[in-house]
């Protein structure tokens, strides 16, 4: 098991109602639902750093960022001429 510490959190009256509300509903523990929400925002943040580097390449290349492995292949004609129906 990891070691735990331990985290006293201020919240409003309404905050503790929601959350009280909440596990009720689902059956979570308070510490549960606060773990979870600490997950997700992790792995939200790591997506925004993701989203960040993709941004980046196309800012840095001109085009949009390769979704697959290896390297991404300029646009064929058929493709550009697709790109540029939708600008006009």
Not at 12 to 37: N, P, S, W
Not at 57 to 75: E, R, V
């Amino acid at each position: 098991m990891a070691n735990k510490k331990q985290l006293n959190v201020l919240i409003t009256d309404k905050e503790m109602e929601f959350l009280e509300k909440y596990c009720d509903e689902t059956g979570h523990t308070r510490t549960a639902v606060i773990r979870q929400l600490i997950r997700e925002l992790e792995a939200h943040t790591a997506a925004k750093a993701v989203e960040s580097l993709q941004g980046s390449q196309m800012t840095a290349t001109g085009s949009t960022p390769c979704l697959k492995s290896g390297p991404c292949a300029p646009p064929s004609g058929q493709e550009m001429s697709s790109i540029e129906q939708l600008q006009n």
